[in-house]
């Protein structure tokens, strides 16, 4: 089962360093770029979250929130700015992405914000997840890629901590996917549009 914790909304006011402020903003405006490139496909999947509030959301969840470990992984890391904003935060943080021109991205990320962490291209769910889809085109299933958890050597049920970013209808899946593989009392956050960031338990 998935327990709901509430996120206060007075965290948008939770004081964010100064560093992560430039480094968020200069992660955008090269995110602004990439967007604007003519001569590449554009990856459709791709969309910028409000990473100020993810970061102040993953803030207050360490602070006021049980966790059973450090280990945090981004499902679809794209440019792996919460990934690097949760090194930042001291967790042991992997990020998976299907796409490789964003995983290059997201190594730049890592660069520039100078913080250590893995980035893995493949598939973040585990083998068998997509039979739990109840609408086949939801674009998580989309990806020809290899299952990432056999390349870290982990499983899902290894991390306290997960984010998402789901596309809008596919936040129920996210959640059947977490519920299913997810380890006793670790955290599900979820970036699902402007002011809607949920937390979960499984319990
Ligand atoms: C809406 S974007 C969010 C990116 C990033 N998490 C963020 O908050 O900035 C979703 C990302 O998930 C990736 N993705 C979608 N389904 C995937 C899958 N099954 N395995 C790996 N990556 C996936 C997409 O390529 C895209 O980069």
Known sequence: MLKK????SSVDRRP???KIKQRIDSALARIERFQD?????????????????VYQSLDWTLQTQMTIGQR??????????????AATLGLDVIGIEAEDVLLTQGRETIADW???LELFHGNFLPPGAQRLADDPMLPSLGHP??????????????FAIVYSYPWPGEDDFHEVVFERYAARG????????????RLYRKT
């Open 114 to 116: 100078d913080v250590e």
């Open 16 to 18: 964010i360093p100064d």
């Open 5 to 8: 914790i509430e996120i206060p």
């Open 145 to 158: 890629v290899p299952d990432a958890y056999a390349k870290i050597g982990l499983d899902l049920d290894d």
């Open 72 to 85: 945090f992984v981004e499902w679809g890391c794209g440019f792996a700015i919460v990934s690097a904003a």
């Open 37 to 53: 490139r003519w001569d590449r496909p554009q990856i459709e999947q791709f969309v910028a979250a409000d990473y100020a509030h």
């Open 186 to 197: 670790a955290l599900l956050l979820m970036f699902c549009g402007p002011n809607d960031i």
